[in-house]
C-alpha cells in the first residue's frame, strides 16, 4: 500500500481506482503543507508577541483549504464512478449484441426498457447482465439488498436537495421495506435539530417541526441521545407522536429514528415511518439501518459548501473535537480545523500538537483530533490527552526523536512500528502547521483468500465443495493442481469430475459418494488418478456433508452441500511402499545374521572348547586352556587353539587370531585349525608349518588375515622349537621370572604371500610353565604394549599348582577393555 493512504471512507470497496485517489489526495496534502510555510511562520512571530497560535482567520482558512481538497476528491472519485458505469454498460451491451445478434443501438434500447420496467439504475442491470454472462449465479435476495447500502448504487449521490435525499432514500435505497415516509434532521450548534429534508410526511407538519428543541420527545431525540436506532411500533407503550404529526396522532405505526454520523461526528439523524400493518423482520430491520448510516457523506454532498453545509461542518467538527478532546483541554481542542480532513481519511490517523511550553517533551503532546479508524488506537480513559495516556504506544522505540525531527525539519517520515495487538505496522507522520503534525497509521493486511491459498499450498492440500442440488464441484486452485487439471477452474464450479480415476479403484469412490449423498455421513477414500503422459497419482479425499438435512428428511431427496478436501499421497504411499520393503530387507537380514551367529559359534564351540577337552595322554605334560568368547554386539571372534600328539611321543601345540568377527572369521579359523593338523602328520617344523599356513591363507576365497605360534615339545631332548607369524610371544616362567621369547617374529599370515618363517629353539627344565595367549587378554584403549605387558608379566609369574586355577586367575585379572575374545593355554612341563 502507498505510504499516503487516505480515501474516503464510503469508496473503500474500489480498490483500483483508490490508489489513483489517494496519489491525489497525497499531492494535494503535499500543497497544502508547502502553502502553509508562511502561516507557520506568521504563527510562530504571533506566538513571539504574545498572540495565540490558532486564531480565527488561520482556521477559516485551514477550513477553505481542507474544504477544496475534500471537494476536488469529490470530484475525481466521481468522474472514476462514471467512467466505470461507462465501461460496465459498454460491456453489458456486447453481450446482448452477441446473444441477440443486433446492433448497439438496440442493444442499448433493451437494456433501458429493462431498466425502466425494474425502476433500477442502467448501470444496475447492466451489472445483472455481466456477470450472468461470466456464468456467476444470480444473487440472492439478501446481497441484491446489500448493495443498496452503497450510496452510489442506491441513488444517494444524486439527490439534489434534502427533500429528495429523503425520496431516494424512500423510492430506491430502501424501496425493498416499502417505507410511507422519511425525515433528515441535521444537529445545529445548539443542540436543536433541524428538518432539511423530508418525504412522506405531512408538509404542513413538518414545517412546524423544522427546529427542534433538545427537549422535546420524539423518536429522533431519544436516537440522538441513546447514539443507535431507536425503534418503536403497536406493541411499544410509551411511543413520542409522529414526526410532523399533533400529539394525538396515531402511534401505531412501526417507525425507527437512526444518528447519522460523519466520520465519528454525530450530525443527525433519520426517522422512518411504515404502515400500520408493516411486518419488518430483524434483517430487514438491520438492513434499513444499514443505509441510514450510509446517509451521512451523502447529506453533506448534497447540500453542498454553500447554505446549511457551514452549520453541518461546525456541528461535525464540533462534535468530533468535543470527542477526542479531554476534560482538561485546551481551546483548540474543541474546535479542531483538521477534523474534516482526518474524516476523508480511509486509514486511522490523528492530529498531534506540541506544548508550547515543553516544545521538545513527547509525552507531552496533545492529541487534539482524530477519526473514526483511530479510536481503538487512542485510549478512552485519558485524563489530560497527551500521547503518555490517550496513545502510550506512540512512545515506543525511536518514534518520540522521529516526531520531534519532523517537527523541527518538516520532512515527512515513514516508520516501521510492532503495536502487537493494534495491527499497525508502520507510521506516516507529515508536519501540517507550526507544532502540529499529522500520523497516519497503517494497518498490516491480509487477504482471507490468499491467506488460504498459502495454507493450502504449505499443507499440500487442495479444498472442494459440492453442490449436491445443481451438481457442481468448485475446486480450489491448489485441488485443481493436485488433480492435474489447472485450467478447468471456474468460481461457479463445474458438472463433471476433473480426473479420471484408475479402473481397479472405481468401486471405492463410488462407495464414497454413496456415504456422503445417500448416508449423509463423513467419509474418507484412497484411489489413483490416471494421467495421459505419467504415472498414476495417489490422492486422498476427505469430505462431510452440510446443511440440507431438513429437507433430505422430509423428501427423501438428496440436497445440501459437501465440503472436502484433496491431498496428493503418492509420495506418502511410495515412501511407506519403499519403507516396507526396507524393513522386510531388515528382517530377513537379521535372519541370516542370527542364523550365521548360531552357525559360527557352534563351529567355534566344536574347533575351540572354553576348555582343554583334547588333552593328550602324555605323562610329565600339564595342561589348562580356556576361551573367553566375545560380548553377542561383537559377534563371534577368530581365535583358536590346538594341542595334538605326534610320533615319537611328541606334542604340537598352536595358538592363533583371525581378524574379524562372524561367520567368516570363524571359517577361517576353523581352515587353520584343520590344516595345520593335516600338515603336521607330514611335518613337524614349526617354521616351516606356519609357511605353509601362509600359502593356505592366500587360497582362501575371502581376504583373511592372521596371527599365529607354534612350538614343538619333543620329551626327548627337552627341546621346544617354534615359530611366531606376528602373535604376541609365547611366556615362558622359570623361578617366578615370565620371561617372552621374542626370538624370530615373522609377519602375519596373509600379509606377505613369499614370506619365510624360522624355527626358534628354548631349553626346557623341570617346572617351567609355558603360556600362550591371544591380544584380546592384554589390548587396552590409550594405554600402551609396554603397560599392558608389563602387567600380565608381574600377574603370571608365580604359577598355581592346580593350572586351571591359574588359567583361571590370569582372565580374571586382566585389564583388557576391547571386547575381544580371548584364548589362554598354559603348559606346564614336569
Not at 344 to 371: G, K, T
Request: overall charge negative; proline content about 6%; glycine content about 8%.
Amino acid at each position: 500500500m502507498n505510504e499516503d493512504d487516505i480515501a474516503p471512507r464510503d469508496d473503500a470497496e474500489r480498490a483500483g481506482p483508490r490508489a489513483d485517489a489517494e496519489a491525489a489526495g497525497s499531492r494535494d496534502g503535499a500543497e497544502l503543507t508547502a502553502s502553509r510555510d508562511d502561516a507557520e511562520g506568521a504563527a510562530s512571530r504571533d506566538a513571539a508577541e504574545g498572540a495565540a497560535p490558532h486564531d480565527d482567520a488561520e482556521r477559516t482558512a485551514l477550513r477553505a483549504a481542507a474544504r477544496a481538497f475534500a471537494d476536488e476528491r469529490r470530484q475525481l472519485l466521481h468522474d472514476q464512478r462514471e467512467h466505470r458505469r461507462d465501461a460496465l454498460v459498454d460491456q453489458a451491451v456486447g453481450v446482448v449484441m452477441a446473444r441477440s445478434a443486433c446492433g448497439s443501438a438496440e442493444a442499448v434500447a433493451q437494456l433501458a426498457a429493462i431498466a425502466e420496467r425494474s425502476r433500477r439504475p442502467l448501470a444496475d442491470v447492466a451489472a445483472d447482465v455481466v456477470a450472468e454472462a461470466s456464468g456467476r449465479s444470480a444473487e440472492p435476495a439478501e446481497r441484491s439488498d446489500t448493495l443498496r447500502l452503497r450510496p452510489e448504487v442506491a441513488g444517494l449521490d444524486r439527490a439534489t436537495d434534502g427533500d429528495d435525499l429523503a425520496r431516494v432514500l424512500v423510492a430506491e435505497a430502501l424501496g425493498f421495506s416499502h417505507p410511507t415516509g422519511a425525515a433528515i434532521g441535521l444537529l445545529d450548534d445548539d443542540g436543536t435539530v433541524a428538518v432539511v429534508g423530508s418525504h412522506g410526511f405531512p408538509a404542513r407538519g413538518i414545517r412546524r417541526w423544522r427546529r427542534i428543541p433538545p427537549a422535546v420527545d420524539c423518536l429522533i431525540n431519544r436516537a440522538l441521545r441513546a447514539g443507535r436506532p431507536v425503534w418503536t411500533d403497536a406493541g411499544t407503550g410509551d411511543a413520542p407522536p409522529p414526526l410532523g404529526e399533533p400529539a394525538g396522532a396515531d402511534r401505531a405505526q412501526t417507525r425507527v429514528a437512526v444518528p447519522v454520523r460523519f466520520g465519528r461526528a454525530l450530525i443527525g439523524a433519520v426517522e422512518l415511518a411504515w404502515p400500520p400493518n408493516a411486518e419488518l423482520d430483524q434483517q430487514a430491520r438491520r438492513q434499513a439501518e444499514a443505509v441510514v448510516l450510509s446517509v451521512g457523506p451523502s447529506l453533506l454532498r448534497t447540500l453542498g459548501p454553500e447554505g446549511s453545509a457551514a452549520s453541518v461542518a461546525s456541528a461535525a467538527s464540533a462534535a468530533s473535537a468535543a470527542s477526542a478532546a479531554s476534560s482538561a483541554g485546551s481551546s483548540a481542542a474543541d474546535d479542531s480545523p483538521w477534523q474534516d480532513l482526518l474524516d476523508l481519511m480511509e486509514q486511522p490517523a490523528l492530529v498531534v500538537s506540541e506544548d508550547p511550553a515543553a516544545p521538545d517533551d513527547v509525552r507531552r503532546f496533545r492529541v487534539i483530533a482524530r477519526n473514526q479508524h483511530a479510536a481503538e488506537l487512542v485510549s478512552p480513559v485519558a485524563t489530560d490527552g497527551t500521547l503518555a495516556e490517550a496513545a502510550p504506544w506512540l512512545l515506543a522505540e525511536d518514534l518520540p526523536e522521529r516526531l520531534i525531527a519532523v517537527l523541527h525539519t518538516g520532512a515527512p517520515y515513514r516508520l516501521r512500528v510492532q503495536t502487537g495487538p493494534l495491527g499497525v505496522d508502520s507510521l506516516t507522520a507529515v508536519r501540517v502547521g507550526a507544532g502540529t503534525v499529522i500520523v497516519v497509521c497503517h494497518r498490516a493486511s491480509l487477504d482471507p483468500i490468499a491467506a488460504d491459498g498459502t495454507l493450502e499450498r504449505l499443507a499440500r492440500f487442495g479444498t472442494w465443495r459440492w453442490d449436491v442440488d445443481s451438481d457442481r464441484v468448485a475446486w480450489s486452485a491448489e485441488a485443481l493442481g493436485i488433480v492435474d487439471a489447472p485450467g478447468l477452474g471456474d468460481s461457479a464450479g463445474i458438472d463433471r469430475p476433473p480426473y479420471t480415476v484408475h479402473p481397479d479403484d472405481t468401486e471405492a469412490e463410488r462407495r464414497f459418494v454413496k456415504t456422503l449423498t445417500v448416508e449423509r455421513r463423513p467419509a474418507e477414500a484412497e484411489f489413483r488418478i490416471l494421467h495421459y503422459d505419467g504415472e498414476p497419482t495417489r490422492v486422498r479425499v476427505a469430505a462431510e456433508p452440510v446443511g440440507g438435512e431438513e429437507d433430505a428428511a422430509e423428501s427423501g431427496a438428496v440436497s445440501g452441500a459437501v465440503v472436502g478436501v484433496v491431498q496428493d499421497v503418492t509420495e506418502w504411499r511410495r515412501a511407506e511402499t519403499g519403507l516396507e520393503v526396507a524393513r522386510v530387507q531388515l528382517a530377513a537380514q537379521r535372519s541370516r545374521a542370527d542364523a550365521e551367529r548360531q552357525l559360527a559359534s557352534a563351529l567355534q564351540q566344536a574347533v575351540v572348547p572354553s576348555a582343554a577337552r583334547n588333552q593328550p595322554p602324555r605323562s610329565g605334560v600339564q595342561i589348562a586352556a580356556r576361551y573367553r568368547p566375545a560380548s553377542a554386539s561383537a559377534g563371534v571372534g577368530g581365535d583358536w587353539y590346538s594341542v595334538f600328539p605326534l610320533r615319537d611321543d611328541k606334542m604340537l601345540l598352536a595358538i592363533g587370531d583371525v581378524a574379524g568377527h562372524g561367520l567368516p572369521a570363524a571359517s577361517a579359523m576353523a581352515d587353520l585349525h584343520h590344516g595345520l593338523r593335516g600338515m603336521a602328520l607330514a611335518e613337524t617344523r614349526p617354521g616351516r608349518l606356519l609357511t605353509l599356513l601362509n600359502e593356505l591363507v592366500e587360497t582362501m576365497p575371502q581376504f583373511t588375515i592372521a596371527s599365529a605360534c607354534a612350538l614343538l615339545w619333543d620329551p626327548a631332548t627337552r627341546r621346544l622349537t617354534w615359530g611366531n607369524a606376528g602373535h604376541p610371544a609365547p611366556l615362558r616362567i622359570r623361578a617366578g621370572v615370565a620371561t617372552p621369547l621374542y626370538d624370530a617374529v615373522g609377519p602375519m599370515l596373509g600379509a606377505d604371500p613369499y614370506a619365510e618363517y624360522e624355527d626358534c629353539e628354548a631349553d626346557v627344565a623341570s617346572g617351567d610353565v609355558l603360556l600362550l595367549y591371544t591380544d584380546g587378554l592384554v589390548e587396552r584403549r590409550r594405554v600402551g604394549d609396554d603397560e599392558t605387558i608389563a602387567h600380565l608379566l608381574h600377574q603370571t609369574r608365580y604359577p598355581d599348582a592346580d593350572l586351571d586355577h591359574y588359567a583361571d586367575r590370569i582372565l580374571d585379572s586382566a585389564r583388557s577393555d576391547t571386547d575381544d575374545d580371548v584364548c589362554v593355554l598354559a603348559v606346564r612341563f614336569e
